[in-house]
């Protein structure tokens, strides 16, 4: 495994595999790695020659500057995590590596980036699109593996790809979550014992909602998740929304046709975390 900070040094050695005929797969993080991270590397390994997982805290895509100043950056132990799996390369840059200037570049997903996480971290799917559009053009990779657990994340580089015409294979990994349901994530870890003892009741909630859908309406589910997690007292629900899988507008009736998806932003304290679950009636 090799680590590379410089945009010059990891075009160059990966130019090298590609001459060879070998396939790219990519894995863009922001670090503080789990092993929710650690499964899109493995899926990458299975697929492609040559595993490349970024790590780089995008400051664009921040549009709270504690959120920022928060996240956690542990480069040593994220290596230490990779070390036993395949990752071939490792590409750490600084903020002046991938921002020299300010990128001044506006993307428009339409619906997609006005909802959910659109609507309550504005101009934060604009960063994600600036960061994955540089990441896509350095790396080239002919695979790029995202986590389901950001599902609108994952419909933006979806619409993002379709857009700009790059030519890689957006490949969708399941969530991974604790032993006690509550999805791996890197702010996890700033959760104070209190909050950490019942984040998992997000999951929980979600799982009996979907128990639940073939008996109530669409708005009883919202209702009842909305008013389960708040009623911790701990815990406040930003948003819950029961969307459809491709536009991500909210479905009134379960008879809707394609894919029904929840997704959730929830406070536990000052850390926000998000999860979803399919509706699959
Ligand atoms: P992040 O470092 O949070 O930007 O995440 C990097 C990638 O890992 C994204 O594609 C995430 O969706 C994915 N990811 C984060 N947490 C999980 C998880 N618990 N299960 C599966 N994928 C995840």
Redesign the pocket.
């Known amino acids: 495994m090799e680590l590379y900070t410089t945009i010059a040094s990891i075009k160059e050695a990966l130019e090298i595999g590609r001459s060879k005929g070998f396939t790219i797969g990519f894995?863009?993080?922001?670090?503080?790695?789990?092993?929710?991270?650690l499964?899109?590397v493995e899926e990458a390994g299975k697929l492609c020659d040559i595993v490349v997982v970024s790590i780089f805290v995008n400051p664009t895509q921040f549009n709270d500057p504690n959120d920022l100043a928060n996240y956690p950056r542990t480069l040593e132990s994220d290596m230490k995590l990779l070390s036993p799996i395949r990752c071939d390369c490792v590409f750490a840059p600084t903020v002046g590596e991938m921002y020299p200037d300010p990128d001044q570049r506006k993307f428009d997903f339409g619906n997609l980036e006005r909802v959910m996480e659109g609507r309550f971290r504005p101009g934060h799917f604009n960063g994600v699109a600036q960061i994955v559009s540089k990441l896509f053009d350095i790396i080239r990779p002919n695979k790029a593996?995202?986590?389901?657990?950001?599902f609108q994340?994952?419909a933006i580089i979806n619409e993002l790809v379709r857009q700009k015409g790059y030519p890689v294979e957006i490949i969708p990994?399941?969530?991974?979550?604790e032993n006690d349901g509550l999805?791996?994530?890197?702010?996890n870890r700033l959760l104070l014992p209190q909050y950490r003892e019942c984040a998992p009741l997000i999951y929980i909630t979600l799982l009996e909602a979907k128990k639940l859908s073939s008996k109530k309406s669409v708005e009883e589910i919202r209702e009842y998740v909305v008013d389960q997690i708040n009623g911790s007292n701990l815990l406040e629900v930003e948003y819950f929304d029961i969307v459809d899988d491709r536009y991500l507008t909210s479905i009134e009736n379960w008879s809707t046709s394609g894919g029904k998806i929840g997704c959730i932003a929830v406070f536990a304290g000052k850390v926000r975390l998000i999860d979803n679950i399919i509706f699959d009636l």
Request: charged content about 15%; some cysteine; glycine content about 10%.
């Open positions: 894995v863009p993080t922001m670090g503080a790695l789990h092993i929710g991270h499964s899109l593996f995202f986590g389901q657990k950001d994340q994952l990994c399941p969530i991974v979550r999805a791996m994530s890197s702010r």
